[in-house]
């Protein structure tokens, strides 16, 4: 097997349309990205957006929350439209008619409610995160030390620090990172095509060196482990190759969590060679057929996880939230947006956890498809 | 006996392609199957190697039946497909190392193996060159040495001389005829009757899925009526002023007539060339050239099927 998979490599490396489009084109791909976005700013990108607020029992406290989230400023403009209710039902309502994102429920403790997942989420999400942690610190000087700080009301934000801050583990958050992150999941998805190569090569209804490797003497098995594995072997390269590319040419930040960025890595790559396995038994179209099927499968995939308008993601997580679940690219993206935001590891270990179980269901399918061992048509 | 086939039966839907086919192949033979395009040989030799499903009948090799986890009757059979099957991004040497390396581990004796393989298809110097680089001829070269590198006991060969040059094709029917020498047993397909006649030593021709004759070329040109075609040229004569005597004649079976050539096929054991020549002599006629020859398969398989061998039947899709 290892022979085997050691000549598929070669092969794989003296492909040059496959080494194109998996290796090549991503990298061209993010540098234009970089040259269309080098303009726009954290600013040009987050745009105002209304919250309401509930304050459920006046106080010092309260007063100056609502001065806080009144005053955040990113760029020259506020970023919260603050709207005020005066009860939790009609802050609710108001949500549930999109006239609002975010509702914001001051009582004992800051309670925050969202209808939808989304960087406007994201962002008031941190918000209040910052903010409880930050008033606790300064009710405990108060209480304890008063002298040592000037007053409470003087606990003021800027935007600028609090985006920054939204990761706790870098300086700059770059807000054009959902679209690198929808490429490096589009380039994950590009290991379809030597997925599907693979087992072109082997079925012997598919080519004419399928039929040669069936009349010999080894498993099928042996075959399609050792095929497969040169194959993601050499997508997980092409991605880390883009990801070094993105990191240390475009200076695109995508955090420190190695580990993590490299187990979404192989996930990811996975993914995509287990989806060309996966057309190439199920359809029984020719290749050239399935080659256009999974570019436009790559494609539409990409473009619903945000490759070309970052919105499309949220929308379709709004409108149709199964279908951001199943889409593999969506989850790659997702995966890696999640090691940037978010602070724990819980989003990220959930869009593992089913990117693993699509390509188990994957490979299942190709299982049974595969196990026939003589065919109705050469 | 090396291959059996009995009572084959495989359908493409209303299609019958292979209609009760029967063969046995015995060890040292180099067996033809003959029949145009779509007769069902190509379909004969996927059932064969277990690589179709067939509706009924059975498959023995070497005496064990054949279903496609038989492993250990494949490691001693060496197939060079109709199509050439080989991988484009390999050299020469690593595509033969592949495949040889799917029936042999040990690395020495793959390395020899491959080295003779070479050799013996005569791309010595060409190891190094990719397939696309490959004129035909070497493209179908290599073709068959991915095939028997590893030195199989039976090999089958499907079309391999399609569509390659005469000094090519003339190589790969000389290296076939060693392959047999050296001991292996030998299936060829093929719809050209010149190379079947020439290299096997047992013959079946097919045509719509079935075995019409079977037999050494000797046994299936004596099987018709047909023992003789003279080829005459009429020097100073048209030559359908004769047609009618001759074909009166009771050794005659059949005469073409083509304004000053005239072609008369006789019976087997008839001493035609004599009587025909002598006929002309009582007539004065002066004749140009003269050729005799014996039937060809051509003429087996017309006289049994009422169709030339390459008339083709439009029923490709069979193959």
Known sequence: MWRIYQYRMKAHFRDWD??????????????????????????DYFKTFPVALVIESESMYSDNFEDTLSSVQIGDSELFDVRVFDSVEKADGAMHDEAVDVVFIYGDSLEMRVKNDGMNQTVA????????????????????????????????????????????????????LGYYYALIAMACLFGSFAGLKETSFIEANQSSTGARIQVSPVQKSRMYIGGLLSATTLQVFSVSLLLTYMTFVLKVDLGERFPALALATVVGASAGVALGAFVALVSKKNLKVKNAMLTAISMALSFFAG????????????????????????LIADAYYALYYYPDYHRYWLNIAILVGLIIVMYSTVIIMARRRSYESI | MIVRVKDLVKRYGELTALDHLNLEIKEGEVFGLLGPNGSGKTTAINCILALLQFEKGEVQIFDQKMTPGSYQIKKDIGVVMQNVAVIPELSVYENIDYFCGLYTSDRATRKAQVEAAIEFVGLNDFVKFRPRKLSG??????????????????????????????????????????????????????????????????IA??????????????????????????????????????????????????V???????????????????????????RNVALGHVFSERPTLNDVFLEITGRELRDGNGNGKVE
């Not at chain 1, 080494?19 to 600013?43: C, Q, R, Y």
């Not at chain 1, 929308?315 to 199964?322: F, G, S, T, V």
Request: net charge negative.
């Open chain 1, 125 to 176: 999400k941190h918000f209040a995160d910052q903010y409880v942690q930050s008033e606790a610190m300064y009710t405990h000087l108060f209480e304890t030390n008063p002298e040592a700080i000037p007053t409470l009301s003087s606990f003021e934000f800027d935007a600028s620090n609090y985006i920054s801050d939204m990761n706790q583990q870098r300086g700059d958050v770059d807000p054009m």
């Open chain 1, 18 to 43: 496959n080494l194109f489009w998996g290796m090549l084109f991503p990298i061209i791909l993010s540098t234009f990205f970089t040259m269309a976005f080098s303009n726009i700013s954290s600013g």
């Open chain 1, 307 to 330: 490759l070309m308008a970052h919105e499309i993601k949220y929308l379709i997580h709004e409108k149709a939230p199964i279908f951001s679940y199943v889409n593999p690219a969506n």
């Open chain 2, 137 to 202: 001829g070497l493209l179908r070269r290599l073709n068959i040495a991915c095939g028997i590198a590893h030195k199989p006991k039976l090999i089958i060969l499907d079309e391999p001389t399609v569509a390659v040059d005469p000094q090519s094709r003339n190589n790969i029917l000389e290296g076939i005829k060693k392959l047999n020498k050296d001991g292996a047993t030998v299936i060829y397909t093929s719809h050209y009757m010149e190379e079947v006649e020439l290299i096997c030593s047992r």
């Open chain 2, 256 to 282: 073409l007539c083509d304004k000053q050539h005239i072609v008369i096929k006789t019976q087997q054991d008839s001493n035609g060339l004599n009587q025909v020549l002598n006929y002309f002599a009582s």
């Open chain 2, 205 to 254: 021709i097919m045509d719509k899925g079935r075995v019409v004759a079977q037999g050494t070329k000797d046994e299936l040109k004596n099987m018709i009526q047909i023992g003789e075609k003279i080829d005459i040229e009429l020097l100073d004569r048209m030559c359908d002023s004769f047609e009618k005597e001759l074909l009166a004649m009771p050794f005659v079976v059949d």
